[in-house]
């Protein structure tokens, strides 16, 4: 099971901030030190390496006398303000002992699921590792708002995952693998294989721990694996003091079992990463056309728009009769235009309105079946 790991050539790794940290706040040396030689020594053996880190919030706490995570955005971005520099400039010094050099990298999630912004985070990430730097990526937690969150770093090193086309995902935190219950429980058994949603079952997943830094606990971590191994990428869970040995092939942890196929990389993650900003609800043949024939969405096909979104916007299709989502999409037109297009064909709305109007409300190359 473990030739998953041994085999891995690009290699995405997440680290939480309560494995950075102290429960205090502020970097801890030894522990950034530690994980630093465990991917230095990867790279310079021939291995691409992609960090995604978080930590930045946590280790801007100390420097700004705050004794908690804020709850509230702005103070989390200022936090983060402080805290992305010391983290960054920490693992440049690291990485420089083993003569590398990192790259950093902010996303949120409107950089990767805008077709533009996509390809560029890509071309970033892939010219990065072409030139044998190290890229280490978080969330731009400086400029993010509500909308346009991952919500955690789990998720969006699943993401990362996909988007670099990696061959293993390891999710560093401070729990050596996943258990049936708490891992303080002494009824609780480790599970060292997941093939599949099958072996989850029953199992009481925890919320994050009690240092007080993090976002995620195990809930997000098993959902990160979820969103992995559905691209075709393996994934390891297990603690950061066991990077080394996990990444050395190891029974340690735990190894999620990758699907047989990938789907495509943009596509999910427009499944997987957006919140819908609106809902298209649509006529029994449009829901044909888009599921069945896959094909794009017409104006015709449409009997009524909900939300608030602009062109570009991720907005839901909706089956009207069912009321279920049936696909995910980005939209052509703001929200304020579409009542007037709804029921009327494009060679109608071109000859009514101008050219500009004869276009889809959603492109099928824009469209993902959920």
Do not use: C
């Given at each position: 099971?473990?030739?998953?790991?041994?085999?891995?050539?690009?290699?995405?790794?997440?680290?939480?901030?309560?494995?950075?940290?102290?429960?205090?706040?502020?970097?801890?040396?030894?522990?950034?030190?530690?994980?630093?030689?465990?991917?230095?020594?990867?790279?310079?053996?021939?291995?691409?390496?992609?960090?995604?880190?978080?930590?930045?919030?946590?280790?801007?706490?100390?420097?700004?006398?705050?004794?908690?995570?804020?709850?509230?955005?702005?103070?989390?971005?200022?936090?983060?303000?402080?805290?992305?520099?010391?983290?960054?400039?920490?693992?440049?010094?690291?990485?420089?002992?083993?003569?590398?050099?990192?790259?950093?990298?902010?996303?949120?999630?409107?950089?990767?699921?805008?077709?533009?912004?996509?390809?560029?985070?890509?071309?970033?990430?892939?010219?990065?590792?072409?030139?044998?730097?190290?890229?280490?990526?978080?969330?731009?937690?400086?400029?993010?708002?509500?909308?346009?969150?991952?919500?955690?770093?789990?998720?969006?090193?699943?993401?990362?995952?996909?988007?670099?086309?990696?061959?293993?995902?390891?999710?560093?935190?401070?729990?050596?693998?996943?258990?049936?219950?708490?891992?303080?429980?002494?009824?609780?058994?480790?599970?060292?294989?997941?093939?599949?949603?099958?072996?989850?079952?029953?199992?009481?997943?925890?919320?994050?721990?009690?240092?007080?830094?993090?976002?995620?606990?195990?809930?997000?971590?098993?959902?990160?694996?979820?969103?992995?191994?559905?691209?075709?990428?393996?994934?390891?869970?297990?603690?950061?003091?066991?990077?080394?040995?996990?990444?050395?092939?190891?029974?340690?942890?735990?190894?999620?079992?990758?699907?047989?196929?990938?789907?495509?990389?943009?596509?999910?993650?427009?499944?997987?990463?957006?919140?819908?900003?609106?809902?298209?609800?649509?006529d029994p043949g449009a829901v044909t056309a888009v599921v069945a024939r896959r094909k794009s969405l017409l104006p015709a096909g449409i009997t009524a728009v909900d939300g608030s979104f602009a062109a570009g916007d991720p907005v839901d299709l909706v089956d009207a009769g069912s009321g279920a989502p049936v696909a995910r999409g980005l939209v052509n037109y703001d929200a304020v235009e579409l009542p007037a297009l709804?029921?009327?064909?494009?060679?109608?709305?071109?000859?009514?309105?101008?050219?500009?109007?004869?276009?889809?409300?959603?492109?099928?190359?824009?469209?993902?079946?959920?």
């Amino acid at each position: 099971m473990r030739e998953a790991v041994t085999g891995a050539r690009r290699i995405v790794v997440k680290v939480g901030s309560s494995s950075l940290t102290t429960a205090a706040g502020g970097l801890d040396d030894q522990r950034v030190d530690a994980l630093v030689d465990v991917l230095g020594d990867l790279a310079t053996h021939g291995r691409e390496v992609v960090l995604v880190s978080s930590g930045a919030i946590a280790a801007g706490l100390a420097p700004l006398r705050l004794r908690r995570r804020p709850r509230d955005l702005a103070t989390q971005q200022a936090a983060a303000s402080v805290g992305q520099g010391l983290l960054i400039g920490r693992y440049a010094a690291g990485f420089a002992r083993h003569g590398m050099t990192v790259g950093q990298v902010l996303l949120t999630v409107d950089d990767v699921t805008r077709r533009v912004h996509y390809r560029n985070a890509y071309r970033t990430l892939r010219k990065l590792l072409d030139l044998g730097a190290l890229p280490i990526v978080n969330e731009n937690d400086t400029v993010a708002t509500e909308e346009i969150r991952f919500g955690d770093n789990d998720r969006l090193a699943a993401l990362v995952a996909a988007l670099v086309d990696a061959d293993l995902l390891v999710l560093l935190s401070d729990v050596d693998a996943l258990y049936t219950g708490s891992p303080s429980d002494p009824a609780s058994r480790k599970i060292p294989y997941v093939a599949g949603d099958e072996d989850l079952a029953g199992i009481r997943i925890s919320a994050p721990g009690k240092s007080g830094v993090g976002t995620g606990g195990m809930v997000t971590k098993v959902e990160a694996a979820r969103i992995a191994t559905g691209f075709g990428i393996p994934v390891v869970l297990t603690s950061a003091p066991q990077a080394g040995p996990a990444l050395a092939g190891e029974d340690v942890g735990t190894l999620f079992r990758a699907a047989e196929s990938r789907p495509a990389a943009r596509l999910f993650w427009l499944a997987h990463a957006t919140s819908p900003r609106g809902r298209l609800h649509l006529d029994p043949g449009a829901v044909t056309a888009v599921v069945a024939r896959r094909k794009s969405l017409l104006p015709a096909g449409i009997t009524a728009v909900d939300g608030s979104f602009a062109a570009g916007d991720p907005v839901d299709l909706v089956d009207a009769g069912s009321g279920a989502p049936v696909a995910r999409g980005l939209v052509n037109y703001d929200a304020v235009e579409l009542p007037a297009l709804l029921g009327r064909s494009t060679p109608e709305l071109a000859a009514a309105l101008g050219p500009g109007y004869e276009r889809e409300v959603v492109h099928r190359d824009d469209l993902v079946l959920l």
